[in-house]
Nanobody, 127 residues
């Protein structure tokens, strides 16, 4: 069983930055894509960013493109989400997710594609 643990959330002012981390442990896939999703109270979970197993291709929601950067360090089994120019509407619980992938070119933005999920970390952006 693959386990994912997020960290790095907190409270920041609008315009500030945070870096989220997601550490994977347990059963290891030779290849798997990783993604970040977020969910605010009363709203549906939405896609934020994803990265292929190779780390060479990424996928971003329009709402975060140019502000957020996803990356991974496979030597540490860790994926990161660097969040800059944060806005109050970025406030949510952020979840790390993973699925086994054979593609080196694409990483899915669909939540039903992901098989493993972390418990989430709270990000709050004040105005």
């Amino acid at each position: 069983q693959v386990q994912l643990v997020e960290s790095g959330g907190g409270l920041v002012q609008a315009g500030g930055s945070l870096r989220l981390s997601c550490a994977a442990s347990g059963r290891t896939f030779s290849r798997f894509a990783m993604g970040w999703f977020r969910q605010a109270p009363g709203k549906e979970r939405e896609f934020v960013a994803a990265i292929t197993w190779s780390g060479t291709n990424t996928n971003y929601a329009d709402s975060v493109k140019g502000r957020f950067t996803i990356s991974r360090d496979n030597t540490k089994d860790t994926v990161y989400l660097q969040m800059n120019s944060l806005k109050p509407e970025d406030t949510a619980v952020y979840y790390c997710a993973a699925y086994r992938s054979y593609s080196a070119n694409v990483a899915s933005r669909l939540n039903h594609e992901y098989d493993y999920w972390g418990q989430g970390t709270q990000v709050t952006v004040s105005s």
